[in-house]
């Protein structure tokens, strides 16, 4: 049963990011630009955005 961990994952996804957003948009847009866009060439773009 991976019921609780999915639960908190969530958790951890909505507030984390809410969180880094409020207090260093920056950082998190740079993160998601760096990373985003490498993971996306990698995969092949729009498949990633599942």
Known sequence: RSR???TRKDQL???GYHEMGTKGG???KEQLVKEGYQEMGK???LS???
């Open 4 to 6: 609780g961990w999915q």
């Open 13 to 15: 996804g909505s507030e």
């Open 26 to 28: 920056r950082t998190r």
């Open 43 to 45: 995969k092949g773009g």
């Open 48 to 50: 990633t955005m599942d």
